[in-house]
């Protein structure tokens, strides 16, 4: 850890929250380095933060120091390998506070339920409380996916600015799942501007044939998340969708009053 004056006193002025301002700073330029897609340079991190140059390089400095932060070969800084198994824990728990929340959705609407996050430009499955019905959807835990073609993906980034999916796409490519998947970004966009209309997402067939998922996002999660329910598009039909979206929103409103109230009590 720096030992200067100058990062002492950064590190013992107090935050407006109570908190330690140095920290508050660090963990925002950390967030601000995964909204970049994982690496920047300092000028950006200075334009964005609003930070000097050098604050900003003495809390990079430590960060890289203690491992969650990396300098790369062209001076720019990426995001490190121990925050690895800070985000592998954080999404076991988060799946596990989800899943009485998920089963709940199971009960009342017979389909299997997922959660899922944003995490860079994919979407992860961190919990799923399966069907019991004998034909049922099943997407492992950790795994990974492309968001155009999930309606977990379209409920995460119905409200991302137009510039920013376009990039994500741009970074992700829009291979086809099958041929009823979206491929162009255009497509996409309107997909989004639908999603906003309604309250909700669908994936019609567009990662597995003959697969329907409905999708929410849970409002004011710590971390960018979704609940869904998938099951056989001859069971999630458009008169059974009426039903269970309200079902979905109820849901992913307790599980954010849930996990609101989890940080509090941390």
């Not at 499955?125 to 155009?148: C, D, I, N, W």
């Not at 269970?244 to 109820?250: A, G, H, K, R, S």
Request: with cysteine.
């Amino acid at each position: 850890m720096p030992t200067s004056s100058a990062s002492t006193t950064d590190a013992a002025k107090p935050a407006s929250s109570g908190g330690v301002q140095s920290l508050e700073r660090a963990f925002d330029l950390l967030e601000r380095m995964a909204d970049a897609g994982g690496e920047v340079g300092l000028s950006e991190l200075s334009a964005s933060s609003g930070l000097p140059l050098p604050t900003i390089h003495r809390l990079m400095r430590t960060l890289v120091a203690c491992g969650y932060v990396r300098q790369q070969p062209n001076r720019r800084y990426a995001l490190g390998p121990r925050l690895i198994r800070l985000g592998e824990s954080a999404s076991r728990l988060l799946g596990t506070w989800a899943r009485p929340y998920l089963a709940r959705l199971v009960e009342e609407t017979g389909e299997t339920a997922n959660m899922a996050l944003l995490d860079g430009d994919e979407i992860v499955y961190v919990a799923q409380v399966p069907s019991k019905h004998s034909m049922r959807m099943f997407t492992e835990v950790g795994r990974r996916v492309l968001p155009h073609s999930t309606g977990v993906g379209k409920a995460l980034l119905a409200h991302t600015p137009p510039d920013e999916v376009r990039a994500l796409l741009a970074r992700t490519g829009m291979p086809a799942a099958t041929e009823k998947t979206i491929t162009t970004p255009e497509g996409f966009l309107e997909a989004l501007e639908q999603v906003r209309l309604a309250g909700y997402a669908v994936d019609d067939n567009e990662q597995e044939i003959g697969v329907r998922c409905l999708a929410v996002p849970v409002p004011n999660s710590p971390t960018a998340a979704a609940v869904s329910i998938s099951g056989p598009a001859g069971r999630v039909t458009e008169a059974a969708t009426e039903k269970i979206v309200p079902i979905l929103q109820e849901v992913a409103k307790d599980l954010s009053a849930a996990l609101a109230s989890t940080a509090a009590q941390g």
